[in-house]
């Protein structure tokens, strides 16, 4: 069977190879690459979703077989009594304080570190890089004990401080922000250094504020990774007082009985944070590359 | 304004990178001194090592009565234009051009009061609020010269700051670099690679090749008395017919060009006529036959192109060592530059003739001027 195409061009007339596909009819008002992509991420989305539908269900609703895709009623207060179940404010804080300051120490620390590999000159500064390199093929696991002593002969076990410290810099983001500081034009340094600024000063006024991308992205980066981190504030923290979100969760996840649906929401509540922290870092991304744009 | 010194500087990159040899260069208060020569000559390196950028390999410099060596570029109270301006992107034009003062702890009346000062001068007033992507070439270019005027500087250093600007914009930027330097009166270093910039602007130029300085002088003195074959080569547009020829008796032969050359010895030499020196010959003047191949009317002059019969000629500008181009039997390509009205046909043969004490003579061992 033959399909009849909606535009015919004449045989004389054939397209040039270069020309432009036609215009209006028989033309898609999107990409091809969105009929991969759609599906796609509507793939991803299905955990999402489906931890959604979970924490409006009642315990009965959410533990039925088969699952219950639409519930025959919601159950909103599942959302409060996960709250009341532990002291969610508690962990929301701790989460917070630990994300945020290391957050704020991968900024400042991998921004200085990342700036003398990138630029200063100084003796073993090949060699001392590829260590820097060679540590990121180390799994946690390996140095968590070590890790562990260090803390604790610091005297530093079960507090924010113990658990923040370790992470306050890390080998990737210094790798990351030294690639992104030896793109930037080394002209405007050396002006800057005969404007009258120091080394510092050039950190902080010239490079630190044409790196917001790779700053943004870090940042992002290093707040997911705290936010969700698990096995090292398992291992440090021991009081509640001082537990993060993701170990108050655990509570509600018990050895024999599990309430899912206020499992599923504390844990929908809990990634508040983090997407809110992803649409502000995406605007940032926007901004900053229409930023660079300029010569 | 101080003067500046450079004593037997030299910059070694490697143990055989030898950007900038034994540079001896003196440049007095308030002089616009041109540092010239083709790319990787070691002009930049030479002014980035006067601007604390870069640090000699020996010898020394000298800012006033103060040796700098050891100074860091902020401690030398010099201003510097970059070739890409290297102007901050996240600034406001405001904020560029005051940058330099907040550096250094001016109060903000102060420096609010310098940069609309800055901004009339060069007619920056209308952009302050823009940052530098949202200007044009031209502008940037201004930006970048009132960020290093804002200071008040000592020592002024420019790398081919007009490099980046279309023919039109060039001119007018010269002219005004002429005017502010006039005005202002700072010790100013400028390099280039265009010797029109070179002629036009500096009170002396330095010709630089292979990092060596070739020649110091001020401009017409280093186009009318070029040292060597390589300057001689240089400065000039179109560059210098340079001819292979001897000396015997009192007298210069280049194929059939012969001029007096009273009181050299006899050897073997370089005869150099500047394609502006050639004209139609007249009886009793030294002329040589000259076959047209192109001809390229420029309205006021036109440009000639053809062969002499005379072996080989040029220098090739992008060859450092001044190299000539080997000869090519007895027929060499040669420039002349003709009023319009002894406008040649092309593929025709005519005798162009020249002016004695216009012809330069170099030897041909040393490359040396053997006569200016």
């Known amino acids: 069977m033959s399909v009849q195409p909606a535009v015919s061009v004449p045989e004389r007339f054939p397209r040039l190879p270069d020309a432009p596909a036609p215009r209006g009819r028989g033309r898609l008002p999107f990409s091809g690459w969105h009929l991969v992509l759609a599906p796609v991420a509507a793939i991803m989305l299905v955990p999402l979703v489906w931890m959604l539908i979970v924490s409006l269900e009642s315990q009965q609703q959410a533990t039925s077989f088969p699952p219950q895709l639409i519930p025959s009623s919601v159950h909103l207060g599942n959302y409060s009594a996960a709250w009341n179940a532990v002291p969610f404010g508690r962990f929301f804080i701790n989460s917070l304080l630990y994300s945020a300051a290391t957050v704020a120490g991968n900024l400042l620390f991998c921004s200085l570190a990342a700036y003398a590999f990138a630029r200063i000159r100084f003796f073993g500064r090949e060699v001392l890089f590829v260590v820097l390199l060679a540590t990121l093929m180390v799994p946690f696991q390996v140095i968590l004990i070590p890790t562990f002593l260090i803390v604790k002969n610091l005297g530093l076990v079960d507090t924010l401080g113990g658990l923040i410290m370790p992470n306050l810099c890390s080998a990737f983001g210094i790798f990351m922000l030294r690639q992104f500081f030896r793109t930037l034009p080394i002209e405007l340094e050396e002006a800057a250094r005969i404007d009258g600024t120091s080394r510092l000063g050039i950190l902080f006024k010239i490079v630190l504020p044409l790196s917001l991308p790779a700053l943004a992205t870090l940042g992002i980066i290093q707040f997911m990774w705290s936010w969700n981190d698990f096995l090292w504030p398992l291992i440090i923290i021991q009081s509640q007082t001082h537990d993060t979100l993701q170990l108050g969760l655990s509570q509600l996840q018990g050895a024999h009985f599990t309430q899912w649906n206020l499992l599923m929401a504390g844990t929908l509540m809990s990634q508040i944070p983090m997407l809110a922290a992803f649409l502000l870092a995406q605007r940032w991304f926007i901004r900053s590359v229409a930023f660079t744009g300029i010569k | ?372």
């Open chain 2, 1 to 372: 304004m101080p003067s500046v010194m450079l004593d037997g500087v030299t910059k070694r990159f490697a143990a055989d990178a030898v950007a900038v040899d034994d540079l001896s260069l003196e440049i007095a208060d308030g002089e616009f001194m041109i540092l010239v020569g083709s790319s990787g000559c070691g002009k930049t390196t030479a002014l980035r090592m006067i601007a604390g950028l870069e640090k000699p390999t020996s010898g020394t410099i000298q800012i006033g009565d103060r040796i700098v060596n050891e100074v860091s570029a902020r401690d030398r109270d010099i201003a510097m234009v970059f070739q890409n301006y290297a102007l901050y992107p996240h600034m406001t034009v405001a904020r560029n051009l005051g940058y330099p003062l907040r550096q250094r702890r001016v109060a903000r009346s102060d420096v609010n009061r310098r940069v609309s000062e800055v901004a009339e001068m060069l007619g920056l007033a209308e952009l302050l609020k823009r940052r530098p992507g949202q200007l044009s070439g031209g502008q940037r270019q201004r930006v970048a010269m009132g960020r290093a005027l804002v200071r008040e500087p000592e020592v002024f250093l420019l790398d081919e700051p007009l490099s980046n600007l279309d023919a039109k914009l060039r001119v007018e930027m010269r002219a005004a670099l002429k005017r502010l330097h006039g005005r202002l009166g700072v010790t100013t270093v400028y390099v280039t690679h265009d010797q029109v910039e070179a002629m036009t602007l500096g009170d002396r130029i330095a010709v630089l090749s292979d990092g060596k300085l070739q020649q110091l002088g001020a401009p017409q003195d280093v186009y009318d008395h070029p040292a060597n074959v390589f300057v001689a080569g240089f400065i000039g547009s179109p560059p210098m017919n340079l001819l292979r020829g001897r000396v015997r008796d009192g007298s210069a032969t280049a194929g059939d060009l012969v001029v007096p050359a009273p009181g050299v010895s006899d050897r073997d030499v370089f005869v150099g006529v500047r394609p502006e020196s050639l004209r139609p010959a007249t009886n009793g003047m030294p002329s040589l036959g000259f076959e047209v191949a192109v001809v390229e009317p420029l309205g006021d002059e036109v440009i000639v192109h053809g062969f002499v019969g005379a072996e080989l000629l040029g220098v090739s500008q992008e060859r450092d060592d001044a190299a000539l181009v080997a000869a090519d039997g007895h027929r060499a390509e040669a420039v002349a530059c003709l009023p319009p009205r002894d406008r040649p046909a092309e593929g025709s043969v005519i005798r162009l003739g020249v002016e004695p004490e216009e012809v330069h003579l170099f030897d041909a061992d040393t490359g040396l001027a053997i006569r200016g």
